[in-house]
């Protein structure tokens, strides 16, 4: 199998999506001629055409309406955004008219389209652009919202979001792009909605998604060396969210920790939380916890924002809390 | 002044009253009519007001206490008073003066299980009571289900009466999770606080789980998480040093925590209780008869014993399954009286009553529901033999939860059999005999079975009762419901 970056994998996922049907196209800002922000849209300009691969204005909820619209008439546009922090400029196309237009007008307009870019934060991009949106998109009912942490589940998560008749919001991550994984060749689909056990443990759950996977990954391995073994759920989908997978580790585990990059408040993991208790009341041992960015705007400095950022340390505590271990 | 609050007649057969609330503190400044708590009468809750101005200086009452009308409650008083002598007369009841008439508060409380009498004026002890009952009071309730809500689950009983909490220090070597890793975990020598005094005692949902599933007491553990909370290790460990000793017991097995839930009885069912016995008797029973078409159940036990001897199963083996599971779906059947409450059984013992050469003795299949109507035959078979040659152990004719007696080999059709106390019901199985039935407007000659069921109507009501009747049918008019 090919090692591949995060960032090749997605694009080996949009060519042979291109390839495959001539109804796809992607458009966004600097993503044709100078191919991409972060280059994942690389060769795909002179592969495909001026047509097919679209430099727009930095008019984020322009281009995002404009996406909308050729969806409504059966294309099926890939709109980059150059990151998901100016995606909020654009928010209501993908609220109040890619997330409702199949409803409301009574099924008569498909939105098969994606809307994709990087999330989260960075390094030292400050406040307003280190920011984790997945908690805000995955409470539209009529999105789905995918956060793949590897290369082979960005590949095989973005074929599926393109070939879905629904409009899919993708997070992507700066900090992801470079990072490198085995990747299946050709057909290789990962189903939105399928959460999958990237290591496997019987002392704790470590339910996770998006770039906290890595972490998740790391933290097991750390703690292995200590003799506890935990599974880490990489949910890989947040919109819909993979209960069963949950309920089958946390009743395996008898407890559980959710990390992830956003805020406490409102965040996935509270979501999580809720599933567990549901699901899992009788298996606990001990209370869910959470490990989460700090309750502060991003801070520029570095060593403040190491502090407010949520790692590998801080899960690796957590997990020793809920075995009454510490 | 000062002023006497005394338990008032709030209803005109009201003979005692249960303090659910107090809605005012000790050193709160009150106004005559002011709500001071409320009371549960044996209609409704209502509100108790303040008869006089001044301080509530002392409350005499705990939440959750019943008491007789006219007992003295709390004293309302000025600030430096002395009620030394008000106080000290407590328990010489004073009548009430007036006739209250509020209708009952709607956003009344149940009594949050904390009838220790240390709680009163502890102060982390009034946090936690805040706690507890502020996700409740919005939740506007009748009486009838304040009912529910005034039981204790058992494992706060249990921490009511267990042994000291734990020192705050971790021993030496603390109980690692199963199959724990080997490293040594940081921060040995770390302190829990140990659980409130009179508290309730915390346990995690899964060690509660597992200790009933091992029949493990939770009152004799010590937790070692934080706070006291007993979590899975502490069951494991429990288990280890034999904590489950001693289950084949008939009076452990039926005390075990876990096993049943106790019911604290509302006045409604004091009332009833009391009204009850003294028209019929200690036991106040009425019976409930129904006549069951037992073919099918006869074509099957046909089959059974075709497929060998192994197989075979008699219909007191079929009826015994038959009970034990409808018992499983009517757990408020299978429960006993005890006086001061009712006991409902999360587990299903089931005696049958064996006629011996002087008398007749009750041997007790444990864990009915879960036996194969074969480890039903196979036992009540061994049962029976050794109840004849006198050879059952006392714990082996002990600790039922509900009996069940069969005259049918005797040629008897239907009989009323007479309820063991303190269970709540029996079954009375008259024999199978061919009768005609018209079914769809045709006779037919169909196989019948009467039962008959004794209930006592301290526990289970008309309705309860044929409800559960119904499923006994239904098992039994489907047999196969009972081997698969």
């Not at chain 2, 009517?330 to 006629?355: Q, S, T, Y």
Request: with cysteine.
């Amino acid at each position: 199998m090919a090692v591949l970056t995060y960032r090749d994998a997605l694009t080996q996922a949009l060519r042979e999506e291109l390839q495959r049907d001539d109804r796809v196209f992607l458009m966004g800002e600097e993503v044709a001629q100078y191919n991409g922000a972060y280059k994942v849209s690389k060769g795909l300009l002179d592969e495909f055409g001026p047509m097919r691969i679209v430099d727009t204005p930095i008019t984020e909820l322009g281009f995002a309406g404009v996406g909308v619209g050729a969806a409504m008439v059966g294309l099926r546009p890939i709109v980059e955004f150059m990151t998901w922090n100016f995606a909020l400029l654009a928010l209501d196309e993908v609220v109040n008219v890619a997330a409702k237009t199949l409803y409301m007008s009574g099924g008569q307009y498909k939105m098969p389209m994606v809307f994709r870019g990087p999330n989260g934060a960075a390094l030292q991009l400050a406040a307003q652009h280190s920011q984790a949106w997945e908690s805000w998109l995955a409470h539209i009912p009529g999105l789905k919202v995918c956060t793949p942490g590897t290369p082979a589940d960005a590949k095989g998560l973005l074929k599926s979001a393109i070939r879905d008749d629904n409009p899919v919001v993708f997070l992507e991550g700066e900090m992801l792009y470079n990072t490198k994984g085995e990747v299946p060749e050709g057909e290789h689909i990962v189903p939105i909605g399928v959460a999958d056990l990237k290591r496997e443990g019987d002392h704790c759950s470590l339910i996770t998604h998006g770039k906290m996977a890595l972490v998740a990954m790391r933290v097991a391995d750390d703690l292995a060396k200590e003799g506890i073994n935990i599974d880490v759920v990489d949910l890989r989908t947040v919109r819909p969210i993979d209960v069963e997978a949950i309920a089958r580790s946390v009743q395996k585990t008898n407890r559980a920790v959710v990390l992830e990059e956003g805020w406490e408040i409102c965040g996935m993991g509270a979501q999580v939380v809720d599933f567990i208790q549901r699901e899992c009341f009788d298996d606990l041992d001990a209370p869910v916890l959470r490990v989460h960015q700090e309750e502060v705007p991003m801070p520029y400095a570095k060593n403040l924002e190491r502090a407010a950022k949520p790692d590998a340390g801080k899960a690796v505590a957590a997990i020793k809390k809920v075995m009454y271990l510490d | 002044m000062a002023t006497k609050v005394v338990m008032e007649a709030l209803s005109p057969t009201m003979e005692e009253g249960r303090l659910v609330k107090w809605s005012k503190n000790e050193g709160d400044q009150v106004k005559s009519g002011d709500v001071l708590a409320e009371v549960e009468t044996d209609k409704a809750v209502m509100e108790l007001v303040a008869r006089g101005d001044g301080v509530l200086r002392k409350r005499l009452a705990n939440e959750g206490d019943a008491s007789p009308v006219g007992t003295l409650l709390a004293v309302i008083a000025a600030p430096d008073e002395n009620i030394d002598s008000i106080v000290g007369s407590a328990g010489a009841a004073a009548p009430p003066a007036a006739q209250a008439s509020q209708s009952a508060p709607a956003e009344q409380t149940a009594q949050a299980g904390s009838a220790s009498p240390a709680k009163a004026g502890a102060p982390n002890q009034a946090v936690a009571d805040t706690r507890e009952s502020a996700g409740r009071s919005s939740v506007p309730q009748s009486p009838a289900q304040s009912q529910g809500e005034a039981s204790t689950p058992p494992q706060q009983k249990a921490g009511a009466q267990a042994p000291a909490p734990p020192p705050p220090s971790r021993p030496a070597a603390p109980p690692r999770p199963t199959a724990g890793p080997p490293a040594a975990p940081r921060g040995n020598g770390a302190s829990h606080p140990a659980a409130p005094a009179g508290g309730r005692q915390r346990t995690s949902p899964l060690a509660r789980r597992l200790a009933t599933e091992r029949g493990i007491q939770l009152g004799g553990i010590q937790g070692s998480g934080p706070g006291g909370r007993i979590v899975k290790r502490d069951i494991e460990n429990a288990k280890a040093a034999g904590g489950g000793a001693g289950r084949s017991a008939a009076a452990e097995r039926l005390a075990t925590e876990g096993d049943f839930k106790d019911v604290p009885l509302t006045q409604i069912r004091k009332t009833i209780a009391r009204r009850l016995s003294e028209s019929n008797g200690p036991v106040p029973t009425f019976f409930l008869t129904a006549e069951f078409d037992a073919t099918r159940a006869a074509e099957l036990r046909t089959q059974l014993s075709e497929m060998g001897d192994q197989y075979k199963a008699s219909f007191n083996d079929i009826v015994i399954k038959a009970v034990a599971l409808a018992l499983a779906e009517h757990p408020e059947v299978n429960a006993h009286w005890l006086g001061d409450k009712i006991r409902n059984f999360n587990r299903i013992h089931v005696a049958m009553a064996v006629a011996v050469e002087d008398g007749l003795i009750t041997p007790v299949l444990f864990d009915a529901d879960r036996m194969t109507l074969w480890e039903i035959s196979a036992k009540a078979k061994d049962l029976a033999k050794r109840a004849r040659e006198r050879k059952l152990l006392p714990e082996e004719y002990t600790g039922s939860t509900f009996s069940v007696s069969n005259l049918g080999m005797f040629g008897i059709d239907q009989f009323t059999a007479i309820i063991n106390p303190p269970e709540a019901g029996i079954i009375a199985i008259g024999g199978v005999e061919e009768k005609p039935v018209v079914i769809d407007g045709q006779l037919e000659v169909r196989q019948r079975m009467r039962v008959t069921m004794s209930c006592d109507h301290r526990v289970i009501d008309g309705a309860t009762g044929a409800k559960f009747l119904q499923t006994v049918r239904r098992y039994i008019e489907n047999p196969l419901s009972l081997i698969i």
